[in-house]
């Protein structure tokens, strides 16, 4: 494998970039952060991207210690990608990155792909800023998605990831489980949100704030827990 191209900056911005400033990776990143993917999934879910670049990107991803390759046991039988420690380490990264992008993002192209679960860091942002905590079963015209609200960071990283950078005042935190993942929650979930393709691209935007869609009622809130009822109540 060829040597990592660099800045050659003495800077920990420039280091970092020298990472994931490459086109595709930090998308990479927020696919991953659902946890493993096998390359077929990936591919499908980065629409645009070759084959041959994903690969490139995927391997840089390993050399550095952001992600990991491996085969899941029988029945499954497939190889998977999953993050490192370093890698979803970047979640702050990539969540302060989509804040900052919000006014990009204007109304929907029609070149634009979408996949419901890219709303998931966007809503994640949302409900974390109210304060909630739980495992919030999304509905939205485009398909189903899980998030995992106000979790707490992982004891320890596993043994076998790449150590993470920690300091004393911007040290990112590494977490255990999978932020986001498609579908219907693996377990019951605290509420369930069911919101229209407008109102959930409006709150991506930035321009619907999560608590007044609540409260106007542009959000159907399921569930009898106390998650549940903080959302209904706003």
């Given at each position: 494998?060829?040597?990592?191209?660099?800045?050659?900056?003495?800077?920990?911005?420039?280091?970092?970039?020298?990472?994931?400033?490459?086109?595709?990776?930090?998308?990479?990143?927020?696919?991953?952060?659902?946890?493993?993917?096998?390359?077929?999934?990936?591919?499908?879910?980065?629409?645009?991207?070759?084959?041959?670049?994903?690969?490139?990107?995927?391997?840089?991803?390993?050399?550095?210690?952001?992600?990991?390759?491996?085969?899941?046991?029988?029945?499954?039988?497939?190889?998977?990608?999953?993050?490192?420690?370093?890698?979803?380490?970047?979640?702050?990264?990539?969540?302060?990155?989509g804040a900052w992008g919000e006014a990009e993002l204007g109304e929907r192209?029609?070149?634009?792909?979408?996949?419901?679960?890219?709303?998931?860091?966007?809503?994640?942002?949302?409900?974390?800023?109210?304060?909630?905590?739980?495992?919030?079963?999304?509905?939205?015209?485009?398909?189903?998605?899980?998030?995992?609200?106000?979790?707490?960071?992982?004891?320890?990283?596993?043994a076998d990831s790449a150590p993470v950078y920690s300091a004393p005042v911007?040290?990112?935190?590494?977490?255990?489980?999978?932020?986001?993942?498609?579908?219907?929650?693996?377990?019951?979930?605290?509420?369930?949100?069911?919101?229209?393709?407008?109102?959930?691209?409006?709150?991506?935007?930035?321009?619907?704030?999560?608590?007044?869609?609540?409260?106007?009622?542009?959000?159907?809130?399921?569930?009898?827990?106390?998650?549940?009822?903080?959302?209904?109540?706003?």
């Amino acid at each position: 494998m060829p040597p990592r191209r660099s800045y050659d900056q003495y800077c920990s911005a420039a280091r970092a970039l020298d990472l994931v400033g490459d086109r595709w990776t930090l998308l990479i990143v927020r696919e991953l952060l659902a946890g493993p993917r096998r390359y077929t999934d990936l591919h499908a879910d980065l629409p645009g991207v070759s084959t041959d670049v994903l690969a490139s990107r995927l391997k840089d991803m390993e050399r550095d210690g952001l992600a990991t390759r491996r085969r899941l046991p029988p029945p499954g039988a497939a190889t998977v990608y999953e993050l490192t420690a370093r890698g979803s380490a970047l979640l702050p990264v990539l969540q302060a990155f989509g804040a900052w992008g919000e006014a990009e993002l204007g109304e929907r192209r029609p070149t634009d792909a979408v996949r419901a679960h890219w709303f998931a860091l966007p809503l994640l942002r949302a409900l974390e800023g109210l304060g909630v905590r739980g495992l919030i079963e999304v509905h939205l015209d485009e398909g189903d998605f899980h998030v995992r609200a106000g979790r707490e960071p992982a004891d320890s990283a596993p043994a076998d990831s790449a150590p993470v950078y920690s300091a004393p005042v911007y040290a990112a935190p590494v977490y255990a489980a999978p932020v986001y993942g498609d579908g219907p929650a693996p377990t019951p979930a605290d509420a369930r949100l069911t919101l229209t393709t407008p109102v959930s691209e409006a709150v991506a935007r930035g321009t619907l704030p999560l608590l007044e869609a609540l409260r106007a009622g542009q959000v159907t809130v399921e569930g009898e827990g106390p998650v549940a009822k903080a959302l209904r109540e706003g």
